[in-house]
């Protein structure tokens, strides 16, 4: 690292350095980029993909904290109508409810942390992508605005 300082200059080092630590670390974390495209404009967000039986029963539970610009997004694997609930999650989220397309069929704002009240989809889903409650309302989103992942056929 002290020859690359040398030759890049210490700005080029550092930038270097932090973009190779983020791709390590989003590699090392399993996270995936997920887009979310409102009137607002494009949102980015790097999300853990549940996929398992066991994932998509655990989600964030126990959980106590979720980075701002992070999310979890579940993968049904099928279009259907699908409930979620708050059972020992502590963290309050919106859900946002994706067909297959990727379009946002549904949207549950500010559900209540530890709660085993049903959260139903409203229309069939393929995925469900849970964020910090608020997060919906400050990109402004709604529904059939567009979520782009690999998961989506859009």
Not at 29 to 42: F, N, Q, R, Y
Not at 44 to 64: A, D, H, N
Not at 69 to 82: A, H, I, T
Not at 115 to 120: G, H, W
Request: with cysteine.
């Amino acid at each position: 690292m002290v020859r690359a300082n040398r030759v890049l200059g210490c700005g080029t080092l550092v930038l270097v350095s932090t973009l190779m630590a983020s791709s390590w670390a989003l590699a090392a974390t399993g996270l995936e980029k997920l887009e979310i495209d409102t009137a607002s404009g494009p949102h980015i967000l790097q999300v853990e993909v549940m996929r398992t039986q066991p994932e998509l029963e655990k989600g964030l539970m126990f959980r106590r904290f979720l980075p701002k610009d992070r999310g979890m997004l579940f993968d049904f694997k099928v279009e259907k109508p699908v409930e979620m609930w708050m059972k020992n999650t502590y963290i309050s989220l919106d859900m946002v409810f994706i067909g297959h397309d990727g379009h946002v069929v549904g949207i549950a704002r500010d559900a209540e942390p530890l709660s085993e009240t049903i959260i139903p989809s409203g229309a069939p889903a393929f995925g469900v992508l849970e964020v910090n409650a608020g997060e919906a309302a400050a990109i402004g989103l709604k529904i059939g605005d567009a979520v782009h992942h690999p998961l989506f056929k859009n």
